[in-house]
């Protein structure tokens, strides 16, 4: 297997990807390739089903066959115990692909006279291997030849044998191994197989159980150390971890609308695709609500929805919020809305983030919504509370999905626990709040915070009807803040007075126009006598020439009659 | 008469009684012709010649050549000897060299 000369660092180990979910995350690629790895865990921590996942995968995914030594289960067994897990073990068995070996060992029916080793077990292995054209091998339990045989120190001998012959073959291996009280495995099997160990862990705390894992040792490969819960289900495994241990999403500057017109103008045009919005509030203050329109805008638009109910059935919130206009059932009928409605106590706090994801990688939602994600953390401790949203919120968006989360405030107290964590998380911090004022309830809605928008910092009210939601700006006035019939009063109160107060200038205004016209009249008048006057100096002007001309006629006749000169 | 045993080398697998149908049915499995392998067939020979005369077959199969075998007769450790009759059938494990626990495995001897 490393006969390739190498392209790569040397530092890079090949690996063999397990194909599943998280495992590869959390080892950086698989198991290594060639190399056998160690599963330790309890019984019932689901160690064969990991190994069998990993030969499955092989096949379907990679194209490698893969051996399954059993020495518990009988073949028809395993088949039947992950046919559940819709893997058809006969069919790969009939092409080839897969080949079951149970390798029995009975003490009882064994009797030691002399020495000898286990090149029978090494023969069956090989021939097995060598019959499809094996590249990846399960061993379980081999804890089990301890009990077949009585010679320990052969038995020793021979396993690191094995494993040395496993590595010669260029087997990727999975062994598995109970755990032991001091040790790892009971047998002390990790002393054989030290490249790489994976610890399996099943545990009850408050009645719930949740399934873990953790990588123990992987030489020469960095790898996750937490423990990360895993879950079992219809689909196989699903390992949860930190999908990213760094923060490099890529973001995208798309919006999305809350489908309330003017909170998207609040928020400076909408929502980032690919952000986390919290909304906050009392009970009843108009979050599931909130919710269902972003729900129904995006499938509207043909988008695919989740919606995670921890306290409502579906049928209760499609009745819900048909009251007020919006018709989520459509949708679900649709296909575009899926549902997911559990109990929050159901389940563990990682169950639920696993299943999440397993519903999220299948469906491929562009919106979720957590209504509420208050049940869901309500009785955890807070640093569990923490890693569990931080991985989720990771997980989201890493795959570019806008996730709403409702949280309950209790009254009495400004903020909550979940708040306080979940506020650090999310992009976008909407806020409702009722008001009591003046024997009535009414709802405030404000943006704590929103990244990366010019968002809106003002209050407004936030009023639910038949009609829908509809967000009015508050009445600002020398009385202070006004909401509800309080703001109606104030507003119709504001209106009356303003309408006196246009007739008062509207009867001043006609009084003025009239003097105007008075006085218009007068100058008129006046114009007109001045007229007249001009006329009378004209004429008595001309008269008075005339009267001169005449005069000096007259004094030429006299001279002229007098005959002076 | 002693049947003769053969040779896995130049023979392997071959019923070395010709006579059908004996009392202990004996299979010796192997992995090739190793120092363990020769020991048991000697001690195997030495026990049945003392105290199975004429009341028995042996059939040693190797596993190199016949791989297929170590997987239907569930065979891990080599040698390997199985009483297939009488039934109940009998494995022993090892060289044979420890004669009381052979004796013992094939019902010869009472167990202590």
């Known amino acids: 297997m490393q006969t390739k000369p190498s392209r790569q660092v040397l530092s890079n180990l090949p690996k063999a990807p397990t194909g599943i979910d998280g495992l590869d995350e959390i080892t950086n690629g698989g198991l290594p390739l060639g190399r056998p790895t160690l599963v330790a865990g309890n019984a019932g921590c689901g160690k064969t089903l990991l190994a069998m996942e990993f030969l499955v995968k092989g096949i379907t995914e990679h194209d490698e066959p893969g051996v399954f030594i059993s020495f518990e289960e009988s073949p028809a067994d395993l088949a039947q115990n992950v046919a559940s897990l819709g893997y058809d073990l006969n069919k790969f068995i009939k092409n080839k692909q897969l080949l079951i070996d149970q390798v029995a060992v009975e003490r009882s029916e064994i009797e030691e006279a002399g020495s000898y080793d286990l090149e029978g077990l090494f023969i069956r292995l090989g021939h097995s291997i060598d019959s499809i054209g094996a590249k990846r091998i399960v061993l379980d339990t081999m804890e089990t030849l301890f009990s077949g045989f009585n010679n320990q120190a052969t038995l020793r001998a021979e396993l690191r044998r094995l494993f040395q012959w496993l590595k010669q073959r260029g087997m990727t291996a999975i062994i598995t191994g109970e755990r032991g009280d001091t040790s790892l495995t009971r047998q002390g099997l990790e002393e054989y197989v030290s490249d790489c160990v994976i610890l399996l862990d099943h545990r009850v705390e408050e009645q719930i159980s949740t399934r873990r894992l953790r990588v123990v040792k992987y030489r020469g490969s960095v790898h996750g150390t937490n423990e990360y819960p895993f879950l079992i289900d219809e689909d196989g495994i699903t390992v949860m971890p930190v999908t990213s241990l760094n923060l490099n999403h890529s973001v995208s500057s798309q919006r999305i609308s809350t489908g309330i017109d003017q909170l998207d103008v609040m928020l400076g045009g909408g929502l980032y695709k690919g952000s986390s919005v919290l909304v906050s509030g009392a009970a009843g203050t108009g979050k599931t609500n909130i919710a269902g329109y972003l729900v129904d805008t995006a499938c509207r638009a043909g988008s695919k929805s989740l919606y995670v109910a921890f306290e409502e059935s579906p049928e209760q919130i499609i009745r819900n919020l048909s009251s007020i206009g919006v018709n989520l059932g459509a949708h679900a009928k649709s296909g575009r809305l899926q549902f997911r409605a559990v109990r929050s106590a159901s389940e563990g706090l990682e169950m639920h983030l696993a299943s999440l994801y397993n519903v999220v990688k299948q469906f491929q939602p562009e919106v979720v919504v957590i209504d509420p994600i208050t049940t869901l953390v309500g009785s955890s401790n807070p640093r569990d509370v923490q890693n569990m949203l931080s991985r989720m919120m990771d997980m989201l968006k890493s795959e570019r999905i806008t996730c709403l989360l409702t949280s309950l405030t209790r009254p009495g107290k400004s903020l909550g626990q979940t708040e306080n964590i979940v506020s650090s998380f999310a992009d976008t911090w909407l806020q409702v709040r009722g008001t009591e004022f003046n024997g009535e309830r009414n709802r405030l809605i404000y943006v704590l915070k929103s990244r990366g928008t010019a968002h809106s910092n003002q209050v407004r009210e936030f009023i639910i009807s038949e009609r829908g939601i509809q967000l009015v700006n508050v009445y600002l006035g020398a009385e202070g803040m006004l909401t509800g019939s309080a703001r109606v009063a104030a507003e119709a109160h504001q209106k009356s007075s303003e309408l006196l107060r246009q007739t008062k200038l509207d009867g001043r205004r006609q009084q003025l126009l009239q003097e105007q016209l008075a006085l218009k009249t007068q100058l008129q008048t006046l114009t007109t006598e001045l007229e007249l006057q001009e006329q009378a100096i004209r004429l008595h002007d001309s008269i008075e020439k005339e009267r001169a001309k005449y005069d000096a006629a007259d004094k030429a006749a006299i001279k002229v009659a007098r005959g002076s000169k | ?112």
């Open chain 2, 1 to 112: 008469m002693t049947p003769p045993i053969k040779r896995p080398s130049r023979s392997p697998g071959v019923v070395s009684n010709m006579s059908d149908h004996k009392e202990y049915e004996l299979r010796l499995y192997i992995a090739g012709t190793t120092p363990k392998s020769v020991l048991a067939m000697k001690n195997l020979q030495r026990y049945c010649d003392e105290y199975l005369e004429g009341r028995y077959s042996i059939e040693i199969i190797d596993l190199l050549t016949k791989p297929q075998l170590a997987l239907g007769d569930q065979i891990l450790a080599v040698p390997t000897l199985v009483r297939r009759m009488p039934v109940p059938i009998r494995r022993i494990i090892g060289d044979l060299s420890n004669e009381e626990r052979v004796l013992i495995g094939l019902d010869l001897r009472e167990r202590p």
